[in-house]
């Protein structure tokens, strides 16, 4: 019996593995797992996803082969890809600057091609088709880092205005060539040829759109209580595309980015639609594409002697090249300074979605071998980093010269103010209860409210008992204090992402918490309480370390980096250590440069504060530990920090709990995370945050790109 029971898993595991449930079953674990084994190295999902496809697949371990369900659920994710890029692009900003970024795109198209072509062909000794087609994939780009320039709030900035509108042009034009080189690789090119293809793709444009946006509106209003039915409606006009386009001689991931084209203005960027378009995508279609097109690579190629090495590297630095020559170019026309012109290169740099899309289609064809197919995934990883770190740098500078859209400044009414303390350790509630009770505004009518998570577990009922109990002992002590509270308990099953959600429940401007404990050795490689609810919260955060009264200090010490006034929520913030230092009658001293200096005075006349604000310069910010000759024992330490990937984030901030917990001892510690500006989607399997290593590495050729004149 046991032998026929190993005899049975023995075929069940033998690879390549044939058992479509356990074939689904292996990628779904390696799309949950991916992102999360990589997140310690800041490894971009990306490039995890593409590098597992590497391991697991015939060229790798052998444990999938590309059966017809993996190339089903490949093409899907590649249409995907296509659809949520013109799904995303923005065609009022498009129709604003449509000159100036006709002009970005002729040059981000033209001139790569420029480059590419002579290179592939005379260079690399390639074929006068496979040297076009090589080409025209530098003319492609992804704005990979667009959530950056989102997030230091310059997204309505020319500069990144005719950058997308670029990315319009010269995508739509790559993808018409891509038509023509594959028609030309089958030997179809003639005039019969080019007659079906003008007229095919004339009445293609007519049906995407002229008809099927009449259609999708008529849908939407009749339709509206069908929540699910416009999900399956917006595949199937995805697909349809897809197929129209085929029949008109074109690829299909032309009609699936035409299709996203279409549907632009019926879908807005925030709306529930969105998301679950977003969400599936992101969730199964596109990590299942870029699995598979791991499967593909032969990393042995690599071994087979310099040819593979030489056409990678010579890729890279062409597909580099050419888009800072043509941001260049755009920036001497239309007399940008550099830091514009980075901004530019950095975000139409990063080659990814359409990079992939337009070397498969060759693949597939045979027009290109497998040196240029590995060369690209390498282009792919290197192009998005460069990109990051340039888009990163640039940002910095453009905001530092005042261009930060309007909307980046924070307002919270002090009568509609919400606070929110999530419950951990019931000895370090009661400080903690003082401290919002003092920052708390006193014209805001709704009370503190005060959550206790309880884990989703067979002891969730008897847990939430307890936690009442706990609940009501806070009540209690606040009473005492004549402090309004409102006892909040929630079951999940996760502590952070309870936490999150009962914060957007009950709109919290804030979220008062105790000081983050000591982490097991799981919670390293998983992810941080702490960490997990600063990535899934937006609003401002106070993690309290309260030991002492908060009677005993002289004063407050407040460590603020450079760039910190530029944050979302640095005007509350500041009201808040302002009305603690009043309550307290105490003077704040910042430790800060002469920038954030400045801005914190001008909030004070704002907010016609009297508390006395003294400051010291410090500029050597990536050593945190300077700052202790600043510090003393009877002031209350306020450091602010910022979430990963903010605009005054930097590499020294990493850990500053752990560091200056362990260094202060026993001082009463506040470490403050402003809010960020919400709603800002950032694709998963897209974004890109560098390890602290290839962000130092990365800062040294951002300094090629931002070298300013010593005055």
């Not at 991931?253 to 632009?264: T, Y």
């Amino acid at each position: 019996m046991s032998s026929k029971i190993f005899e049975h898993l023995s075929q069940a595991f033998e690879a390549p593995l044939t058992n479509p449930v356990l074939v689904f079953s292996l990628v779904l674990f390696i799309i949950l797992l991916s992102p999360i084994l990589l997140r310690p190295i800041r490894v971009p999902g990306i490039i995890g996803l593409i590098l597992s496809g590497v391991i697991i697949g015939p060229h790798g371990l052998n444990w999938l082969e590309k059966s017809s369900a993996v190339n089903l659920f490949s093409t899907i994710g590649l249409l995907y890809i296509m659809f949520i890029a013109g799904l995303e692009l923005d065609m009022n900003e498009f129709k604003k600057t449509k000159h100036k970024s006709i002009m970005f795109g002729v040059f981000t198209f033209a001139i790569p091609i420029a480059i590419g072509f002579p290179v592939c062909h005379y260079l690399l000794g390639y074929d006068v088709l496979p040297s076009i087609l090589i080409a025209s994939m530098f003319a492609t780009h992804t704005l990979v880092s667009y959530p950056i320039v989102n997030r230091y709030g310059i997204s309505k900035h020319e500069a990144v205005a005719i950058t997308i509108g670029g990315t319009i042009l010269t995508d739509t034009a790559v993808l018409i060539i891509l038509a023509v080189i594959t028609g030309a690789s089958q030997g179809n090119i003639n005039q019969e040829f080019w007659v079906t293809l003008g007229v095919s793709f004339a009445i293609f444009l007519f049906i995407m759109f002229g008809i099927i946006p009449k259609i999708a509106k008529w849908f939407f209003e009749k339709i509206e209580s069908e929540k699910t039915g416009h999900y399956i409606f917006v595949l199937t006009v995805v697909f349809f595309a897809a197929f129209l386009a085929e029949m008109a001689g074109l690829e299909p991931i032309i009609g699936a980015f035409v299709a996203g084209l279409a549907l632009n203005k019926l879908i807005p960027h925030s709306s529930a639609l969105m998301n679950r378009i977003e969400f599936i995508g992101n969730a199964i279609f596109i990590p299942f594409f870029l699995i598979s097109v791991g499967m593909i690579v032969d990393v042995s190629v690599l071994t087979k002697g310099p040819m593979a090495l030489i056409v990678a590297g010579t890729l890279t630095v062409v597909a580099i090249s050419g888009k800072y020559i043509a941001a260049t170019a755009t920036q001497l026309i239309f007399k940008y300074s550099s830091n514009q012109r980075n901004l530019i290169f950095g975000l139409s740099n990063a080659h990814a979605a359409a990079t992939l899309a337009v070397i498969m289609v060759g693949y597939n064809n045979n027009i290109i071998d497998e040196n240029v197919l590995n060369g690209t995934i390498l282009l792919i990883l290197v192009t998005c980093i460069v990109a990051t770190m340039v888009t990163e740098s640039a940002s910095k500078k453009v905001v530092m010269e005042g261009h930060q859209d309007d909307a980046h400044v924070e307002h919270v009414e002090e009568g509609e103010e919400q606070i929110m303390i999530p419950i951990a350790n019931l000895s370090t509630m009661e400080p903690i209860l003082d401290f919002a009770t003092l920052i708390k505004s006193k014209k805001s009518h709704y009370p503190l409210s005060i959550l206790s998570v309880v884990p989703d577990n067979e002891r969730a009922e008897r847990n939430l008992l307890e936690a009442r109990k706990n609940l009501d002992s806070m009540a209690k002590y606040a009473s005492g204090s004549e402090t309004e509270v409102e006892l909040v308990t929630t079951i999940d099953y996760n502590i952070a992402a309870g936490i999150s959600r009962m914060s957007r429940h009950v709109f919290a401007d804030c979220i008062i918490m105790g000081w983050p404990s000591a982490v097991s050795f799981v919670e390293k490689i998983v992810g941080e309480k702490t960490e997990s609810i600063l990535n899934t919260t937006d609003t401002t955060l106070f993690m309290c370390r309260l030991e002492k009264p908060l009677i005993s200090h002289k004063s407050i010490t407040v460590f603020a980096p450079p760039l910190a006034e530029s944050e979302f929520g640095f005007a509350y913030w500041m009201e808040k250590i302002l009305k603690l230092a009043q309550e307290l009658s105490l003077p704040v001293n910042f430790i800060c440069n002469s920038r954030t200096a400045g801005a914190t005075e001008e909030v004070q006349k704002i907010l016609k504060s009297s508390v006395p604000l003294h400051y010291s310069n410090y500029e050597d910010w990536d050593n945190i530990y300077g700052l202790a000759t600043f510090s003393n024992v009877d002031s209350l330490l306020v450091f602010v920090s910022s979430r990963n990937g903010e605009v005054s984030y930097r590499d020294s901030l990493d850990g500053l709990a752990r560091r200056v917990g362990r260094y202060y001892k026993n001082q009463n510690l506040i470490l403050l995370f402003p809010s960020r500006q919400g709603d800002s989607h950032i694709d998963e399997y897209e974004d890109i945050r560098t390890a602290p290593i290839f962000r130092k590495i990365s800062r040294e050729i951002g300094n090629m790109f931002n070298k300013e004149k010593q005055n």
